[in-house]
């Protein structure tokens, strides 16, 4: 199963071993703020708060497991370029 939203696809497994309560998937986006503000208008508390370098910030959501959504933006990356030490898919 797969959930999407624009490019980000996120495939789901029920599979044993697969993830386990209290996961952690990262997610790189751009359009933090709008979708902070979409969440917020749904009723979500999440608030985005800075992440582990000074260029990134970071939206955490929870399920019912404890296993965490983190939708982070860098700067670099709201500038359309990939940041410091990522790859990028051949083109």
Do not use: C
């Not at 696809?9 to 029920?14: D, G, K, N």
């Not at 296993?67 to 933006?73: D, I, K």
């Amino acid at each position: 199963m797969q959930v999407s939203r624009g490019a980000i696809r996120l495939h789901l497994s029920e599979h044993h071993g697969d993830g386990t309560p209290g996961s952690a998937v990262f997610i790189d986006m751009t359009g933090l703020d709008a979708f902070h503000a979409e969440l917020k208008a749904k009723g979500s508390r999440a608030g985005i708060e800075p992440g582990p370098n000074p260029r990134m910030r970071v939206l955490r959501l929870w399920d019912p497991f404890g296993s965490q959504l983190r939708f982070a933006e860098t700067s670099a990356r709201a500038e359309d370029k990939p940041p410091a030490g990522y790859s990028t898919p051949p083109g």
